[in-house]
């Protein structure tokens, strides 16, 4: 539904975005996350032809990006969505449906089903009264008044309450179901993590890691082994004495934890700690989260 080759933006000398390629299947949510400033709206508002690349392409739902034959196929959920406050949600939302040219009784019974599925309340308030979360619910419900194929959600549930965020980010999963085409950007890498087959990590403008979580998992984080060590007072075991490369030491409830990479990881730390005198209590696996593959796939971008 989305392909994306060699696209590239340019504010002046800088470079905003510097030649992402991706491509994304019907009913995918594809995550786009990076830093402040990494280049995500900027990629998102190409897609949605709001903003023209310096070069190369993007093709959304079989038409160029930015073609009206694209727009009509599209909703676009901007980072801030800023609402016509005298107007309520209904009245809005008829108001969007119309510049689609849907027809009325199809609007009327779509922004119903819509309002509902996102259990809005207080439908009859002016949107200059309603919560932040409750214009957020409008906001997304316009994205999809027009029935579009595909989807662009920039930070659809930042700075929401745990309650609407889950109700927003199960909407998105379901609308993934019924075969809708969703680009899902977001800092909460919790919520990237709980809707989003595929991924990439964009850092500087560039695609700096992509895949399935377990794929980005896998490649860039893998699994690592906690070793819980009790040392009974004896003489702590610094990395130097262990014959195996050591990721972490930290003291916690007041024995060691070793964070090691593999096995022979593990088996370093026990020999090295019962030479010292200590005992090894537990051993579990750690796999990270995408917050610390984040934290590290993005940082060596930056260095
Ligand atoms: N119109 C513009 N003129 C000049 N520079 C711009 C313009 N729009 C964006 N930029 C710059 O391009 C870079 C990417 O911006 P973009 O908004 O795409 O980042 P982002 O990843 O969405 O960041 P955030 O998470 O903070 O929203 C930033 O350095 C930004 O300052």
């Known amino acids: 539904m989305i392909d994306v080759a060699d696209l590239r933006k340019e504010y002046g000398g800088f470079v905003a975005v510097d030649g992402s390629s991706f491509s994304i ?40 990006a930015g073609s009206s034959a694209m727009q009509r196929r599209l909703g676009f959920l901007p980072e801030e969505s800023p609402l016509y406050e005298e107007m309520t949600p209904i ?123 377990e794929d980005i998992r896998s490649t860039y984080g893998g699994t690592s082994y906690q070793v819980f060590v009790s040392t009974d007072g004896e003489e702590v075991v610094g990395s130097d004495a262990i014959a195996a490369p050591v990721a972490e030491i930290a003291r916690e409830n007041g024995g060691l934890r070793y964070v090691v990479r593999n096995m022979d990881g593990v088996d370093a730390v026990r020999d090295a700690v019962e030479a010292a005198g200590g005992s090894v209590t537990d051993i579990q696996t750690k796999t990270p989260s995408l917050e610390e593959i984040f934290l590290e796939v993005a940082g060596e971008a930056a260095a």
Do not use: Q, W
């Not at 990494?38 to 310096?54: D, H, N, Q, R, S």
């Not at 009327?108 to 002016?126: F, K, M, P, V």
């Open 25 to 64: 299947g019907r009913g995918e949510v594809f995550g786009v996350v990076g830093h402040n400033g990494a280049g995500k709206t900027t990629t998102l508002k190409m897609l949605a032809g709001l903003i023209e690349p310096t070069d190369g392409t993007a093709v959304v739902a079989g038409h160029p």
């Open 91 to 213: 009245s809005y939302l008829e108001f969007f449906a119309d510049l689609y040219d849907v027809p009325d009784d199809v609007a009327s019974e779509r922004i119903t089903a819509l309002l509902d599925r996102l259990d809005l309340e207080h439908r009859d308030r002016n949107l200059g009264n309603m919560s932040k979360g409750m214009k957020r619910k409008v906001a997304i419900a316009r994205a999809l008044v027009n029935d579009p194929d595909v989807l662009i959600f920039d930070e659809p549930a930042s700075g929401l309450d745990p309650l609407t965020t889950n109700a927003i980010l199960e909407f998105t999963r379901e609308l993934s179901e019924e075969g809708k085409t969703v680009v899902f950007s977001a800092h909460n890498l919790f919520h990237v993590e709980s809707v989003c087959d595929r991924l990439v990590i964009m850092a500087d403008g560039e695609i700096v890691a992509r895949g399935t979580i």
